[in-house]
């Protein structure tokens, strides 16, 4: 089950082929691959385990910016974020924050049609990367 806010969908691939095929879309559609993080690895230095969990961060400041002009409070949670995971079964999911629930979170008003277009982009993402 997903965090409150999180869309979860399922991949077909494992979690760094998830990632790839994310970073591959993303490069494609001119957005800005920040950072990649693989928290399993990270635990590992902690001498502990982990099951497979990569953070992709990214963004585009044409879309972001005018999300924080209208709720400056929304960069908290900007850059967008792509959790992949594995979870005890062995399913991966792809992860990401749901527009609408960052503007309720946020109380972002007068930003509808940017946040559609960042709610139709990120399912877009998600699909590619997980089919």
Request: net charge negative; hydrophobic share 45%; proline share 4%.
């Amino acid at each position: 089950m997903a965090a409150d806010g999180l869309i979860a969908v399922k991949s077909n691939h494992s979690v760094a082929a998830t990632a790839d095929k994310l970073e591959a879309v993303l490069n494609e559609k001119g957005m800005k691959v920040m950072n990649r993080i693989n928290h399993a690895t990270g635990s590992e230095s902690a001498g502990m385990e982990l099951r497979p969990t990569e953070l992709v961060i990214f963004g585009n400041p044409e879309v972001g910016t005018p999300l924080m002009q209208c709720a400056q409070s929304v960069a908290v949670d900007l850059p967008q974020k792509a959790l992949i995971w594995e979870d005890e079964e062995g399913q991966v999911w792809f992860g990401y924050n749901n527009p609408e629930y960052l503007k309720a979170r946020h109380a972002i008003e007068g930003c509808d049609a940017g946040l559609e277009k960042v709610s139709g982009a990120l399912a877009g993402f998600a699909k590619a990367a997980t089919h």
